[in-house]
């Protein structure tokens, strides 16, 4: 679903991703990881088609990253932390807005609207404003708006800041339940225990990735028991 | 009297909506106090009446036995903020910075730097470097030194931690530690339950309410029930058959395994085996439970849990 090549982004001197090459394939739920300012988002906003590689090359959902760049967004869903939905825009003009940026129209725009609305429960609040929801309620309603045109695959940015405990874990929950579906999710996080939930991950340091494996497989490689010891260990 | 802060029947609102409702809260001189909850729990807000930028509508706060409306003056000259949105000078170097801030408080970089000393030998190398410039954790370190350098007797951090990656975190953690030790008192907000062991005391702070306060250990020695941890072939599936199970009281992920609690009180060997015998019936292979000692986290989804079953 993702196979990367070399890719390498420079800004001026500095090499903010230095050569890193990978393959996650289909229905895989990929972690990655890394420090801050390691080089995460400069490779996320490049696979997403939001920003030119300095070099080499990556084929996303079947597309060439650089001459097919507007087929890789049709094929790709983007849910963060920050940029999720327009709080000033009630439920039903965020899924409108989300399926119109995604060339849904009309009748089929309808019917996805319906089944989401059904899905989380809120018919009845569909003319309420975004911001008037619960975070955790909000989370559900942004991932249901980054899949409403059935994407191959999903990046996952910081999906899970900021919220509580048992929340967390029900959209670990839904996340798994996609992955099933075959939707390939690339996804990142400041919590170590989600690594665990992923069946890989890799490890960026300095633009570089330094180690990519399964969970159990790290762990065992440098002889630790948790996530968090892999983290520490590597990016110290 | 060793306590520090008194807050009393306290509630602040935003037009209509309760933001904070604590009838009663005290933190003690050299607490290590967190603060923990999801966005939206009320924390922020707290952190704002404590630091004397909101007036109570109802109740009121004293710190150090002065009124947080009639003497804000005086708690803010004993008082370190470091909001959860970094608010220092992006356009002035980190030593501008510093310098604004102290004085600011009538004092200098000089007089008090063996307070931040550690801190600041970490920004020396870039103190001509611009805050605009730097990266998340160099900014959080800014920002501490910048609450520090009026030497307040305590100090109030809103979300130090959010967003920065773990290694930084242990960093800033292992700096409060040894602020405690000096004998400020530092009460802190984190949504991260991991860095919540690391308090002396701790509230966990849910839709406007602090529904549950105390120290630290107790949160971990009064859990109610035993806590197993569970681990089978498949994983996927493990929690959903678990919370299938006729008595599963709670099934929730932890990493590589689930944490999971019995509705009855029969003992561990009992559950284990009947647990093992289920799962096994269910095609799993490599079923693994044992006994697992309870978490921040787990105490704290316990405490949600039934509020949540309440709602």
């Known amino acids: 679903m993702i196979e990367v090549k070399n890719l390498v982004k420079k800004f001026g001197k500095f090499t903010a991703v230095d050569n890193i090459s990978f393959e996650v394939p289909e229905g895989e739920i990929f972690g990655f990881l890394g420090a801050n300012g390691a080089g995460k988002t400069t490779a996320i906003k490049m696979l997403c088609g939001l920003s030119k590689p300095t070099s080499g090359s990556a084929t996303i959902a079947g597309y060439d990253l650089v001459s097919e760049t507007e087929q890789v967004k049709l094929n790709i869903g983007y849910m963060s932390q920050k940029f999720s939905l327009y709080d000033d825009l009630t439920i039903s003009e965020n899924i409108d807005f989300y399926g119109g940026l995604y060339r849904l129209r009309g009748q089929k725009l309808k019917q996805k609207k319906d089944s989401i609305l059904q899905e989380l429960k809120l018919q009845q609040q569909k003319h309420d404003l975004v911001k008037s929801l619960p975070l955790g309620w909000k989370q559900k309603l942004a991932f249901s708006v980054a899949t409403i045109h059935e994407p191959k695959i999903l990046f996952l940015d910081e999906p899970t800041s900021g919220v509580d405990p048992i929340t967390r874990r029900k959209f670990w929950e839904i996340i798994t339940a996609t992955a099933s579906k075959g939707i390939t999710i690339f996804i990142t996080t400041h919590y170590l225990d989600e690594a665990e939930y992923c069946d890989r991950i890799s490890i960026m340091v300095n633009g570089k990735i330094i180690a990519l494996d399964s969970p159990a497989n790290l762990k065992a490689k440098l002889k630790v028991k948790t996530t968090a010891e892999i983290f520490a260990k590597l990016t110290r | ?311």
């Open chain 2, 1 to 311: 009297m060793s306590e520090l802060i008194k807050v009393e029947n306290l509630l602040y609102t935003y037009n209509s909506k309760v933001a904070v409702d604590v009838p009663s809260l005290e933190v003690e001189q050299g607490d290590l106090f967190g603060i923990i909850g999801a966005d939206g729990a009320g924390k922020t807000t707290l952190f704002r009446l404590l630091a004397t930028l909101y007036k109570p509508k109802k109740g009121k706060i004293t710190v150090f036995g002065e009124d947080t409306i009639a003497d804000f003056y005086k708690i803010r000259n004993f008082t370190g903020y470091m909001p959860g949105k970094f608010s220092l000078y992006e356009d002035l170097t980190i030593k501008e910075n510093i310098n604004f801030f102290a004085s600011v408080f009538e004092t200098t970089l000089e007089e008090n730097y063996s307070l931040i000393e550690e801190i600041y030998v970490m920004l020396k190398p870039f103190e001509n470097r611009k805050a605009g410039k730097l990266s998340g954790g160099m900014k959080q370190k800014l920002a501490l030194c910048s609450a520090l350098i009026h030497k307040p007797r305590l100090l109030l951090l809103d979300e130090p931690t959010t967003g920065v990656d773990p290694a930084s975190r242990q960093e800033f953690w292992d700096m409060l530690l040894k602020l405690q030790q000096r004998g400020i008192t530092i009460i802190v907000s984190t949504p991260y339950l991991d860095e919540a062991r690391m308090c002396n005391k701790l509230a966990l702070m849910h839709k406007s309410k602090i529904i549950a306060n105390g120290n630290t250990n107790d949160f971990i020695s009064n859990f109610p029930k035993l806590l197993f941890h569970i681990q089978a072939s498949d994983m996927r599936k493990l929690i959903h058959q678990l919370r299938e199970f006729p008595h599963c009281h709670s099934a929730f992920s932890f990493g590589d395994s689930i944490h999971y609690q019995d509705n009855r009180d029969k003992s561990q060997r009992e559950i284990s085996q009947e647990l093992k015998t289920y799962l096994k019936t269910l095609g799993q292979s490599d079923v693994w439970v044992s006994v697992q000692n309870p978490t921040i986290e787990d105490a704290f989804i316990e405490y949600l849990h039934g509020e949540q079953n309440n709602d």
